[in-house]
C-alpha cells in the first residue's frame, strides 16, 4: 500500500466533497476489519453472510463509536442498531457479490482515492511519511490506518457496484417533462377547514354521559399528590417603598450614563406605500398612477392622512395609520431619509420611489440632534436605582434568613415571617406540576415544595415577586378520583373525543353535498362553516389554515371543477373543490429542464441501486447465504 501511496502523479482524482461523503455514511457503521471472521457463538450473532457471524460485539462497537461523541440518544439505540445490521450484511453481501463477479479494489486505486481525501499525506509528490500520515488519518476520522484503509476499500467497491447497475439509465424528454409538470403545476381551490375544537363548545354533555363514561374510564381519572403550602415573602416592590434615592445619587448615574441620552436627529413620520417589488415594467407604470391619485387626495385640504393610508398602504403599519414611529438617520434607504428628515413638520411629500415602491411621506415631528436634560430623564433614572438597591437589601435579608433557618430546625414559618417583617400567605392544594401564581414564576416551586415535610423550612427561593420561604401545611395523598373531583377532566374529554367524531360526519356530509348539484359553497353555507378560496399553490406550497400543500397530493390529480374527499390533517379535517389548474408554460420548462434533467437522472439512478440492493438480498436469502436473527437485535431494546 505505501508503494502505491509513493507513485507520482496518479491519474484519477474523485471530488472531495463526494468522497467525504462517503465516508461519512461508511464511519455510521464501519465494518472493523478482522471481525469477519469472528467465530462468536450463535446467542451472540445477529445475522449469517456466506457462512461468517456479524456479532453483537460488532453492532456494539459501532454504537459505541457514535454515542461517545454524543451524536445518538440513548432511547434510539435500537432503531441505529437495526440500521448497523442492516448495512453491515450489505457490505458483507457486496464482498460476496464481488468475488462471483471478479470484482477487486486495486491498491493503486486505494492510493488514488486516499491521495484525493487527505492530500496533505502528500508534500508535492512525496509521502509525507507514515507517522504524519498516521497521525492526520487519527486527527481526522477518529480511527487508525487500517481501519480508514478497509473504509475507502469498501467505498470503493460500492462505487463500482453503483457504476455497473446505473451507468446504462437515462431520461427521457417526456420523463423530464413530466417531473417538471409535477412539480410546477399550481391549483387553486376552495376549501373548507373543519375543526374539532371549534366545535368543542357545541357539544352538550348530560349527566348520564358524565356518569356513563366515568364508570367506563375509571383508571384513568386518578387525582395526584397536592400539598397546601405556606409561604412567607419577601417582596421586592415593598422594599423599595423604604429605600430613598439622592438627588446626589441620581445625577452621578446621569453623569456615568450621559451617553446614553444623546438623542440622534429624528424624525417621525408616516407613509403610505404602493409596492412594485417583482412587478412588470407596464405594472410599476400602472401602481405609479394610482400612486398619484392618492397623492391627490392626500395633499387635499381636510385629507386624514390615517385613513388614506389604511385605504391604500400596503405596507403593515397601515393598520397604525401608516405611523412608523421615530426614524433616525442611517435607519432608512437613502431616498427615503433624503426627503422625509427635509420635509417640514404636517408636510407631505411627493411620490418617493424606493427599492419597495412608491411612497407618500407625512413627517409629524422633527427633533434634531441633543442631549437629553436631567430633569427629563430623571425618572428613567430613578427606577433601575430603587430596584438595584432593593435587590441587594434583598440579599442581605435572605442572606440572615438562611442563617436563622439554618441555626434551629425547629423554627417556624411565623417567627421567620416576624423577625423579618414577611408576608406570609397560603396556597391552595397543588400538584407537583401546577403553578402557584400567589408565589410569582420560579423553576424549582414544585422540585422544593415536593421534597419538604410537613413543617419543614425551604431556603428562601428567588421568584419574580422576590424572595419566599416556603413550608408544607398539609399532603393530601393520591388517589382514585371521584366524579365529583374529575368532573371538569370527564366533561372535556368527553366533549374532545365527540367533536373528533363530529368534525368527521361534518367533513362526510360536506364531501356528498359538495359532489352533488348543490356544490360546495353552497354547501358550506347550509351547514355555517367559512368556505375559504386559496391562491394557486404548488406541489410545494401552502394553504392557509390547512398547513402544506403536500397532505392535498390527490387534489393536484383531479380535473377542475371536481370536489375531493375529506382529508384528515392530522387534527382537523379538509374538504376541497377544485376551481383552476394551471400547468407549466412551454418557455418556463426550457428554463428549467437544465436544472430537473438531472435530478431526475439521479433519482431513476437510486431506485435501480435500491432495486439491485433488493434483489440481492432476496438471492442471498434463497441461496441460503443470509440469515438474520432478529431476537439476538433484542438485547438492543425495541426499535418501536
Given amino acids: 500500500m505505501f508503494e502505491a501511496l509513493q507513485k507520482k502523479k496518479l491519474g484519477v482524482r474523485i471530488l472531495l466533497g463526494v468522497v467525504l461523503g462517503l465516508i461519512s455514511i461508511g464511519m455510521l457503521v464501519y465494518l472493523i476489519p478482522g471481525q469477519g471472521s469472528s467465530t462468536g457463538s450463535r446467542a451472540d450473532t445477529v445475522a449469517e453472510v456466506g457462512g461468517q457471524p456479524i456479532t453483537i460485539l460488532e453492532v456494539q462497537h459501532q454504537l459505541q463509536r457514535l454515542s461517545s461523541g454524543g451524536r445518538i440518544p440513548k432511547a434510539l439505540e435500537p432503531l441505529y442498531a437495526q440500521q448497523i445490521v442492516k448495512q453491515l450484511v450489505y457490505q458483507r453481501l457486496l464482498e460476496l457479490e464481488a468475488q462471483r463477479l471478479g470484482l477487486r479494489v486495486t491498491d ?32 481526522r476520522f477518529q480511527m487508525d490506518v487500517p481501519e480508514f484503509e478497509e473504509l ?14 446505473t451507468d446504462g439509465i437515462s431520461v427521457t424528454p417526456e420523463e423530464v417533462r413530466e417531473e417538471l409538470q409535477r412539480r410546477n403545476e399550481k391549483i387553486k381551490i376552495e376549501y373548507v377547514v373543519v375543526k374539532p375544537n371549534e366545535l368543542e363548545s357545541k357539544i352538550a354533555v348530560s349527566e348520564a354521559d358524565l356518569a356513563a363514561y366515568f364508570e367506563k374510564n375509571k383508571g384513568r381519572y386518578v387525582v395526584p399528590e397536592r400539598r397546601v403550602v405556606r409561604y412567607a415573602l419577601l417582596d421586592t416592590n415593598q422594599l423599595q417603598q423604604r429605600i430613598t434615592v439622592t438627588d446626589g445619587e441620581l445625577r452621578a448615574a446621569y453623569n456615568e450614563s450621559i451617553d446614553r441620552y444623546r438623542v440622534p436627529n429624528r424624525v417621525r413620520a408616516s407613509h403610505i406605500l404602493f409596492k ?57 434607504v437613502p431616498e427615503f431619509e433624503k426627503v422625509a428628515f427635509s420635509l417640514a413638520p404636517g408636510a407631505i411629500s411627493d411620490l418617493v420611489k424606493t427599492q419597495y415602491g412608491f411612497h407618500i411621506i407625512k413627517v409629524m415631528e422633527h427633533e ?16 433601575p436605582l430603587l430596584a438595584e438597591k432593593a435587590e441587594r437589601l434583598a440579599a442581605e435579608e435572605t442572606n440572615k434568613i438562611s442563617a436563622a433557618i439554618r441555626k434551629s430546625s425547629k423554627v417556624s414559618l411565623d417567627e421567620i415571617a416576624k423577625e ?42 428567588r421568584t419574580d ?35 373528533v367524531e363530529l368534525a368527521k360526519s361534518r367533513a362526510e356530509e360536506l364531501y356528498k353535498r359538495g359532489q352533488s348539484g348543490e356544490g360546495l359553497a353552497a354547501a358550506a353555507k347550509a351547514l355555517g362553516v367559512e368556505l375559504k378560496t386559496s391562491e394557486p399553490f404548488p ?102
Fill in 152 to 165: 475507502v476499500r469498501q467505498g470503493l467497491l460500492e462505487e463500482k457496484f453503483r457504476r455497473l447497475v
Fill in 539 to 640: 406541489r410545494t406550497g401552502t394553504v392557509p389554515g390547512a398547513g402544506s400543500a403536500r397532505q392535498l397530493s390527490e387534489a393536484f390529480s383531479l380535473p377542475a371543477g371536481q370536489t375531493g374527499p375529506p382529508i384528515f390533517l392530522g387534527a382537523d379535517w379538509i374538504v376541497y373543490h377544485v376551481l383552476e389548474r394551471e400547468q407549466v408554460k412551454t418557455e418556463d420548462m426550457d428554463k428549467l429542464r437544465k436544472e430537473v434533467e438531472p435530478q431526475v437522472l439521479q433519482s431513476k439512478r437510486q431506485l435501480a441501486y435500491e432495486a439491485f440492493r433488493t434483489a440481492l438480498e432476496q438471492r442471498m436469502r434463497r441461496e441460503g447465504k443470509l440469515q438474520i436473527l432478529p431476537d439476538a437485535l433484542k438485547r438492543f431494546g425495541s426499535a418501536s
Fill in 420 to 461: 423579618f417583617h414577611l408576608t406570609v400567605g397560603e396556597t391552595r392544594p397543588v400538584a407537583a406540576n401546577e403553578p402557584m401564581p400567589e408565589l410569582g414564576r420560579a423553576p424549582r416551586f414544585g422540585e422544593t415544595v415536593f421534597q419538604l415535610r410537613v413543617g419543614d423550612l425551604s431556603a428562601p427561593i
Fill in 368 to 383: 434634531n440632534a441633543r442631549t437629553q436634560s436631567f430633569e427629563e430623564v430623571r425618572g428613567a433614572i430613578l427606577a
Fill in 108 to 139: 493503486q486505486e486505494r492510493a488514488e482515492r486516499i491521495r484525493s481525501v487527505l492530500p496533505a499525506a502528500f508534500v508535492g509528490d512525496s509521502f509525507v511519511g507514515m507517522e504524519r500520515y498516521a497521525a492526520d488519518v487519527r486527527d
Fill in 465 to 499: 415577586r422576590g424572595y419566599v420561604v416556603l413550608s408544607v401545611k398539609e399532603i393530601q395523598p393520591a388517589h382514585p378520583g371521584t366524579l365529583a373531583e374529575v368532573r371538569d377532566r370527564v366533561t372535556s374529554d368527553i366533549r374532545r373525543e365527540k367533536s
Fill in 276 to 332: 412594485t417589488v417583482g412587478k412588470t415594467d407596464a405594472e410599476v407604470e400602472e401602481i405609479r398612477k394610482k400612486a398619484e391619485e392618492a397623492l391627490k387626495k392626500a395633499k387635499r385640504p381636510g385629507a386624514k392622512f390615517d385613513e388614506l393610508a389604511k385605504q391604500y398602504s400596503e405596507d403593515t403599519s397601515k393598520d397604525k395609520g401608516g405611523d412608523l414611529g421615530w426614524i433616525l438617520q442611517g435607519q432608512t
